[in-house]
């Protein structure tokens, strides 16, 4: 049975953190007072009488949300003091009279006192008499495989320990041993008990933070750290930035080392791509290469409900935990998230990013395209190396000329199309899933170059169409969600600037002989729809299904979909829409793996392998097999 978050409404707890109330509020786990049941000696028929599930507490039929209960427990039941203790109850009963019961249920199973406030019963509940209801103890149950409290458990135990509150956490689920939680829970009883006998005055602080900022003087003489996504295409950003005044600098420690890191310094239920980012940052800090006094940090903030708007805090967090509060940490982000006078995306920076873009994206399609069917290893990566520094000198220089990116795009193209390859017939295998497990090598165990040592050609699609996504996302939350027109007038008009940026390489793929040109995200859109909705739009969102319906489309039938562990929307979005991608084209052969700390490689291999026995099973039956190399 699933359960929701007990929590506490940020106003009543004596705190006014305007975002609070968002964290404190996460869905979990549904009904969690009857999950608790087993930490107190209560039997069932004590708190459920038959008469009392006739309104439905307790059944999974009645449809509970968007109203709360909010009660004060009487701490006298269980510390023999009397002082409240706020508790708030989330989307658990839409009419009062499931309230009333529940608070009946709620006396039988604490054997507490629980009363009802009859004020607070809207979906915003008010103040009421502030100076009494300043509990000290914060219990928590958490959902274990949603993760949704890696973020916010981190925040709220330090808004609560900082002003002399007890925090204490539950990880409740339907595997777990709950002798572990009655243990914590005697445990917070224990420590309310001594609390209690020192008699201390708490005092009440700010939950707001100090952040350095990064200022037009920094810079001058400051290193600016970023932690690798994709090597191929991160090569040529660094000397972009670094051609507008910047001294970054692409962190190469994207490794199992970082990993371990990164466990150190982030709640180690925060997601795989997480514990890497920071982890890179947190290593090479730690290294001594570094000025402490002299270097900052940059990474991108999307903005949206993927953790990946969070990495921002996570990043801070460390640092503090490091006690490195003095580095700033800059965010590139185009929802006004935050801002650094000394960092600006100009014009001219933001021309030499998009040419870099896509001069990552031709050399990722090509050699991928290419390098498995090589007569003479080791050709493509020359070529690779060679186009490589032509790029970054051309992206270094001072002046920019859109007729010399077009022709190095159709010159660069020709160049991957004339090498000498063989004959031979390969599974072609479509590579899907979260951005930094995609494209970060260290992040899928080098799947790229797993597929090709197997006998398979890799089919990444590119990196500037999930840029194309976002921008396409304002269409509809313009036509559903109110937006102003002015933002999916803003959004279509960055995919036109990007499909005239791209032209010029589209019009040499499709002359060529080996290459497909990259997909049109509306067209993506429109593979997608009759699957999942374009409202669905956290993490990858509906981008991911219709990347793997692009990739049947053009005849690749083998996908990798890769997230990490417990990556709520990618799951839904990627592992969620197979079986009805399968219903629709029979011949798809995709497999769903998960990355992670914990992951065990073996299984990923094997359940890799057992994709590419059926992607050469079904190439055997076909007389012409795949797409012609």
């Known amino acids: 049975m699933r359960c929701r978050t007990l929590s506490i409404p ?80 989330r989307d658990f009963a839409r009419q009062a009279v499931a309230a009333h019961h529940l608070v009946r249920i709620a006396e039988k199973m604490f054997r507490i006192g629980l009363e009802v406030d009859p004020s607070a019963r809207g979906q915003y509940v008010g103040v009421i008499s502030e100076e009494k209801r300043r509990g000290e103890a914060f219990l928590r149950p958490a959902a274990l495989e949603l993760r949704v409290d890696a973020v916010t458990t981190d925040e709220v135990y330090e808004i609560l320990t900082r002003s002399g509150k007890i925090y204490t956490c539950l990880k409740i689920d339907e595997v777990n041993n709950l002798g572990a939680a009655r243990i914590r829970v005697r445990s917070l009883l224990a420590a309310l008990r001594a609390h209690d006998r020192k008699q201390a005055v708490r005092e009440i602080l700010p939950s707001s933070i100090q952040k350095p900022v990064f200022t037009k003087e920094m810079r001058k003489d400051y290193t600016i750290l970023c932690p690798q996504m994709s090597p191929i ?9 670094n051609a507008a005044g910047y ?19 982030v709640n180690n239920d925060a997601c795989y791509p997480s514990l890497m980012v920071v982890g890179q940052i947190m290593q090479a800090l730690l290294s001594g290469k570094y000025d402490l006094n002299k270097v900052a940090v940059i990474m991108s903030q999307t903005g949206g409900g993927c953790r990946a708007s969070n990495y921002i805090g996570f990043i801070r967090r460390a640092l503090e935990k490091a006690d490195m509060t003095q580095i700033p940490v800059i965010s590139i982000n185009l929802s006004g998230l935050e801002e650094n006078p000394g960092f600006k995306i100009t014009p001219d920076l933001a021309i030499r990013l998009c040419y870099a873009a ?126 102003k027109k002015s933002s999916s007038m803003l959004g279509n008009t960055g995919i036109k600037l990007i499909n005239w ?31 999942v909705s374009c409202g669905n739009q956290t993490g990858e ?72 026995s059926t992607a050469n099973k079904n190439l055997k039956q076909e007389p012409n097999g795949e797409k012609d190399a």
């Open 10 to 89: 940020y106003r009543r707890c004596g705190y006014n953190h305007p975002s609070l109330f968002g964290v404190l509020t996460q869905p979990c786990l549904f009904v969690v007072l009857l999950r608790l049941l087993v930490l107190f000696p209560v039997e069932p028929r004590e708190f459920m009488a038959p008469g009392e599930r006739k309104t439905g507490v307790g059944d999974r039929k009645p449809h509970f949300e968007e109203s709360f209960f909010i009660g004060g427990l009487n701490r006298q039941h269980l510390v023999g003091v009397a002082r409240a203790v706020d508790v708030g109850v």
């Open 233 to 241: 295409h991160f090569s040529l950003l660094q000397p972009a930035f």
């Open 247 to 265: 001294n970054l600098e692409v962190l190469p420690n994207d490794n199992k080392e970082a990993v371990d890191v990164g466990l150190k310094y």
């Open 358 to 483: 896509e001069f990552g994206d031709i050399i990722m399609k090509c050699v991928y395209r290419m390098r498995p069917y090589e007569q003479k290893k080791g050709t493509t990566d020359r070529i690779h190396r060679k186009w490589e520094k032509i790029c970054i000198d051309f992206i270094s220089s001072k002046h920019l000329s859109h007729t010399r990116f077009k022709q190095i795009c159709r010159t660069m193209i020709r160049d991957f199309d004339h090498i000498p390859i063989t004959d031979e017939k390969k599974p072609r295998v479509g590579i899907v899933g979260e951005i930094l497990v995609k494209f970060l090598p260290a992040a899928n165990n080098h799947l790229a170059e797993l597929l090709e040592s197997e006998g398979a050609e890799p089919v990444v699609p590119d990196l500037i169409d999930f840029f194309c996504y976002c921008f396409y996302n304002t269409n509809f939350k313009v036509e559903h969600l109110g937006f």
């Open 501 to 531: 940026l791209r032209s010029a390489a589209v019009a040499e793929f499709k002359k060529s002989e080996h290459f497909d040109p990259p997909a049109d995200v509306r067209d993506l859109a429109k593979y997608a729809s009759p699957i």
């Open 541 to 612: 969102g509906w981008f991911l299904t219709g990347e793997m319906m692009e990739l049947i489309h053009s005849d690749v039938y083998n996908i990798v979909c890769i997230q990490p562990f417990a990556c709520l929307p990618n799951h839904i979005v990627g592992k969620g829409v197979i079986k009805a991608i399968r219903k629709e084209y029979p011949k798809a052969n995709i497999v769903a793996v998960d990355y992670d700390p914990g992951a065990s490689e073996v299984n990923q291999l094997n359940r890799i392998k057992l994709m590419l």
